[in-house]
């Protein structure tokens, strides 16, 4: 029998997480399936959840719920938690410093115990997201993201911005056109980033002030596993993440076709591992309730047949009373 897992994200998937997450729990053979309705299942997954309806989360049938907490939403993952005491949670959070947030809530009780926090990235599935790597590159310098309303008034973003014009770096991603036309070229779909990155020297990728130095985007993966080092102003000190530097200690330096799929290799070893890691961890085992609920079935059953075949043998002995009289 296959278990039941729903993945769920209210205000939209994005597609690169929804492909790695929904891979990672078919291969721990679950019956997967995904959308912005919570509905009976045994494990609930919850990708973006920042507009979730408290009421289905309380009324659904589910024996456990995964939170994984790249988007960093802390007020909704506590109503979450309160929301359902009764099953198990477990949120996965990308830092020491992000677990550390979390864990304070407990102590102060907005958080409830009944939660438990591991520190473990979203599953990436590297065979998905890496392209062939081109040499010259198309581009020394890209930006693939959606114009920020942080632009316009927050000191690192504005900083982040100016390293853009310095770079003359070409832009890819909503908002640009009406912002910044000069920077910009187009929407891409995923699909086209994987080829992207893999004809670039470097990409920039900028993220909001909330998550900073708490999570990961795609970037720190889709470009290293391309051979493109990401020029991050979000990093996480946790860990020493293959092709992914800091934009203040940021040295251009041209970089060789060696180089560049050495940098692949490297990065497809580090996301590798940590899948692993994160796959081990989401190993649930919802059979202990299901088999304890056929136990008292097959109890229950025992107990009406061993009285069926008393009231037989009774019924028999009183039948051949009468027929040896």
């Known amino acids: 029998m296959k278990y039941t897992c729903l993945l769920y994200a209210g205000d939209g998937f994005d597609e690169e997480v929804l492909k790695n997450v929904k891979y990672m729990y078919e291969e721990l053979e679950y019956l997967v399936a995904y959308g912005d309705v919570i509905t009976r299942t045994n494990l609930l997954v919850l990708l973006r959840f920042s507009n979730l309806d408290l009421n289905q989360l309380k009324n659904a049938d589910i024996d456990e719920v995964h939170i994984f907490d790249y988007v960093c939403d802390s007020t909704k993952i506590t109503e979450i938690v309160k929301a359902r005491p009764d099953v198990r949670i477990r949120i996965y959070v990308s830092s020491q410093l992000r677990k550390d947030e979390l864990e304070a809530l407990q102590k102060k009780k907005m958080l409830d115990l009944n939660a438990e926090i591991v520190k473990a990235f979203y599953p990436v599935v590297t065979k998905f997201w890496k392209g062939e790597i081109r040499h010259p590159t198309k581009f020394r310098f890209i930006h693939i993201g959606n114009y920020k309303s942080t632009y316009e008034d927050d000191l690192v973003s504005q900083e982040f911005l100016k390293l853009i014009y310095k770079l003359n770096c070409k832009v890819y991603g909503a908002g640009w056109d009406t912002n910044h036309k000069h920077l910009f070229a187009k929407k891409v779909r995923l699909n086209e980033t994987v080829k992207m990155y893999a004809g670039s020297q470097y990409a920039l990728g900028q993220m909001y002030p909330y998550q900073r130095g708490k999570t990961v985007s795609g970037r ?100 051949l009373r009468v027929f040896v009289k």
């Open 220 to 319: 720190f993966w889709l470009a290293p596993l391309n051979g493109c080092v990401l020029i991050s102003e979000g990093l996480i000190s946790d860990f020493d993440f293959p092709g992914v530097i800091a934009y203040r200690d940021f040295r251009f330096k041209e970089r060789t076709l060696a180089e560049r799929k050495a940098l692949a290799s490297s990065a497809k070893r580090f996301w590798d591992y940590q899948y692993l890691l994160t796959r081990a961890l989401s190993k649930t085992n919802h059979k202990h309730r299901k088999y304890s609920k056929n136990f008292f079935i097959l109890l229950i059953k025992g107990f009406i047949l061993q009285f069926t075949l008393i009231h037989l043998l009774v019924q028999l002995k009183a039948r």
